[in-house]
């Protein structure tokens, strides 16, 4: 039997809620796929998740491949006409060689092992094919309410973040791609929340669960309550920003 890479499963216990409050991400990025490839036959999906960008890729796509190494995840994945979910870790798939016209990773290549995905990536990637990685990390509400948030909720679970979360917490900066980079213009995800939508977000955290079977339910609770005083009426919706890290290349034809 073929032995399995392993990955860090933090998302599996809380894919359900992972799929109902990760925002999802603004149409410009789709765009500037689209108007960056030179075929739009098969794109990959690495570490698909819920399939939000995978759907998405659909509407660019003939064929859409999604695949995430948690079966929980795919699982509670978007059905989409064009879009084929399958359980596989990134770094060792069953699709052929020189397949895909385009590969995106959307807030997983940081739990990657980059040569192992690399290598993947270049015998699945076609000869003048597009790699586009994004991710994001943390938002900006208002001064007050991101004050309190720094030094209340991101300080306390410092400790409970994966190390391989460093590298999108530096905003990707030391993400080095494997082939030449292409000029990528700023993106942001713009939601706009009320606190129950913003706590549900932030539930499902990777440290989240980590911390919750430290601390306790009085634990989690003193984690927001700074949050929740600065908000007001719980059903106000503020306006809530991601800055978005994106980076893409092409192969070489």
């Given at each position: 039997?073929?032995?399995?890479?392993?990955?860090?499963?933090?998302?599996?216990?809380?894919?359900?809620?992972?799929?109902?409050?990760?925002?999802?991400?603004?149409?410009?990025?789709?765009?500037?796929?689209?108007?960056?490839?030179?075929?739009?036959?098969?794109?990959?999906?690495?570490?698909?998740?819920?399939?939000?960008?995978?759907?998405?890729?659909?509407?660019?796509?003939?064929?859409?491949?999604?695949?995430?190494?948690?079966?929980?995840?795919?699982?509670?994945?978007?059905?989409?006409?064009?879009?084929?979910?399958?359980?596989?870790?990134?770094?060792?798939?069953?699709?052929?060689?020189?397949?895909?016209?385009?590969?995106?990773?959307?807030?997983?290549?940081?739990?990657?092992?980059?040569?192992?995905?690399y290598n993947e990536l270049?015998?699945?990637?076609?000869?003048?094919?597009?790699?586009?990685?994004?991710?994001?990390?943390?938002?900006?509400?208002?001064?007050?309410?991101?004050?309190?948030?720094?030094?209340?909720?991101?300080?306390?679970?410092?400790?409970?973040?994966a190390p391989q979360t460093?590298?999108?917490?530096?905003?990707?900066?030391?993400?080095?791609?494997?082939?030449?980079?292409?000029?990528?213009?700023?993106?942001?995800?713009?939601?706009?929340?009320?606190?129950?939508?913003?706590?549900?977000?932030?539930?499902?955290?990777?440290?989240?669960?980590?911390?919750?079977?430290?601390?306790?339910?009085?634990?989690?609770?003193?984690?927001?309550?700074?949050?929740?005083?600065?908000?007001?009426?719980?059903?106000?919706?503020?306006?809530?920003?991601?800055?978005?890290?994106?980076?893409?290349?092409?192969?070489?034809?």
């Open positions: 039997m073929e032995k399995r890479l392993k990955f860090h499963d933090l998302f599996s216990g809380h894919a359900k809620l992972y799929s109902e409050v990760r925002p999802g991400y603004p149409t410009e990025i789709y765009d500037f796929i689209a108007a960056n490839v030179n075929h739009t036959e098969i794109a990959w999906d690495c570490g698909s998740g819920n399939g939000q960008a995978a759907t998405k890729l659909a509407e660019i796509f003939s064929q859409v491949f999604a695949t995430d190494a948690s079966a929980k995840q795919i699982e509670h994945a978007i059905l989409h006409n064009n879009v084929s979910y399958s359980v596989q870790p990134s770094e060792n798939t069953n699709f052929p060689d020189s397949i895909f016209d385009c590969v995106t990773v959307a807030q997983a290549i940081h739990w990657y092992d980059l040569k192992k995905f270049h015998r699945t990637l076609k000869p003048g094919g597009l790699l586009c990685v994004w991710g994001y990390t943390w938002f900006n509400i208002s001064d007050d309410i991101d004050d309190i948030v720094e030094k209340t909720l991101i300080s306390s679970l410092k400790e409970y973040w460093k590298l999108l917490q530096d905003g990707y900066k030391d993400l080095i791609l494997p082939y030449e980079q292409i000029t990528v213009p700023s993106f942001k995800i713009v939601v706009h929340w009320d606190l129950t939508q913003i706590i549900s977000y932030l539930h499902s955290w990777s440290p989240m669960k980590s911390y919750g079977e430290k601390h306790g339910d009085k634990g989690m609770d003193l984690l927001f309550e700074g949050m929740i005083e600065a908000w007001g009426p719980k059903i106000k919706k503020r306006k809530i920003s991601m800055p978005i890290y994106m980076k893409a290349s092409r192969r070489d034809i």
